[in-house]
């Protein structure tokens, strides 16, 4: 067996989306306690193994489709690089190891429980949601959302209903950014009338609208929890928060003018972590937040 095929099969570049498990602790002010992100990397590299063994199940169940898609026929498996055998084998050692991982952590089962939602929401969506009509799309959201849940889950942090409303739309709106890039995909490549899973070639306009809504959605929850009582009691200076509303509303209608012209790649989430103009958007974010706790 090839081991550099298997590590990309593995796809270590979506580990990045893993990084979610950390807002907690930097939301909580926690970013300087090293308990707090040990137990944060334990968290990322068990969803990084549980992300793999899914990545995985998901190239074998989409082989066939894979092997016809113009970018997907790269793919380790696809283009015969491993064997089905090889990967079927690969899995369980992955969940096993993920879940291994969760008693290095001061509350186990929290987490066991966040490991296990997100194991059996990846599998109902490999099989049956990613075929659904937006029920996909609300699947993807929920699977990033349940990162940033296993990120309190594993430091101990209290769930904040703020922070859980404001990501569900994120992600939803980066959700329907990957199915419009994949619907746009698919048409310029074949020209079906029906394109992608649930979707017809003329729903791209409805993504569209959607995924824009939810942008804005998530900046007025933003905007919102600026005047709630718990940013008053986490910075000395929220209305320094202010100036996070217009960040994001940049970020998110960016990435949609980009996706409208054709140069986003399926994957919105990766391409923010790596892209240099988000970077500097995401360190004036962390510069405004630093500044609202700690200037006097």
């Known amino acids: 067996m090839a081991l550099k095929a298997m590590i990309r099969a593995m796809r270590p570049h979506h580990w990045l989306k893993n990084g979610l498990v950390f807002i907690p602790i930097l939301l909580n002010h926690e970013v300087f306690d090293p308990e707090s992100l040990g137990h944060g990397l334990v968290a990322f590299i068990s969803f990084s193994l549980m992300a793999s063994s899914i990545y995985l199940l998901n190239d074998i169940v989409d082989f066939e489709a894979d092997r016809r898609h113009p970018t997907k026929c790269k793919r380790p498996l696809a283009a015969g690089e491993i064997s089905e055998r090889q990967a079927y084998m690969a899995v369980p050692v992955l969940l096993a190891t993920a879940f291994a991982l969760s008693l290095l952590l001061p509350q186990p089962k929290l987490f066991v429980l966040a490991l296990t939602a997100y194991l059996g929401l990846a599998l109902a969506y490999l099989f049956v949601l990613k075929r659904k009509l937006l029920v996909d799309v609300l699947g993807l959201a929920a699977l990033h959302t349940l990162r ?107 990435v949609w003018f980009l996706a409208r012209r054709g140069t986003m790649p399926d994957d919105p989430l990766v391409f923010m972590i790596r892209d240099w ?20």
Request: hydrophobic share 55%; glycine share 6%; aromatic share 8%.
């Open 148 to 254: 940033i849940l296993a990120g309190n889950a594993a430091a101990a942090i209290p769930l904040s209903s703020w922070l859980l409303a404001f990501s569900m739309f994120l992600f939803l709106s980066l959700a329907l950014v990957k199915r419009y890039a994949e619907l746009r995909i698919t048409q310029d490549q074949s020209g079906l009338k029906k394109a992608g899973r649930g979707y017809h070639a003329e729903d791209i306009e409805a993504l569209s609208q959607l995924g824009m809504a939810s942008g804005c959605t998530c900046a007025l929850i933003l905007a919102l929890y600026v005047d709630s009582a718990a940013v008053k009691q986490l910075y000395r200076h929220p209305e320094l928060i202010w100036l996070v509303c217009p960040i994001v509303l940049y970020q998110i209608s960016r």
């Open 277 to 296: 103009r988000s970077q500097v958007t995401g360190a004036l974010v962390l510069l405004i937040m630093v500044a609202a706790t700690i200037l006097p």
